[in-house]
């Protein structure tokens, strides 16, 4: 599979960073109207922050490195 280059996946990225913060100042938000299920509220904004987290490293896609043993 062929990587992006490094320009797109940073304009990419950045896009992602503005989305998840307009999401995670709504749930900001949220945890002052009365009401709204703190506890489900923390699940939503950890599973939002992995999902981006996860957008952000397909994106990127990170090699994996060479170890010492693999020139023996």
């Keep these: 599979m062929a990587r992006l280059p490094k320009k797109d996946a940073d304009a990419i990225v950045q896009e992602n960073r503005e989305e998840e913060e307009r999401l995670?100042?709504?749930?900001?938000?949220?945890?002052?109207?009365?009401?709204?299920?703190r506890h489900?509220?923390?699940?939503?904004?950890?599973?939002?922050?992995?999902g981006f987290m996860l957008l952000n490293r397909a994106v990127?896609?990170?090699?994996?490195?060479?170890?010492?043993?693999?020139?023996?």
């Design 60 to 72: 990127r896609a990170p090699l994996r490195i060479a170890l010492p043993e693999d020139s023996e």
């Design 40 to 50: 489900f509220l923390e699940i939503g904004r950890e599973k939002i922050e992995l």
């Design 24 to 37: 995670l100042r709504l749930i900001d938000d949220l945890e002052d109207t009365e009401g709204v299920d």
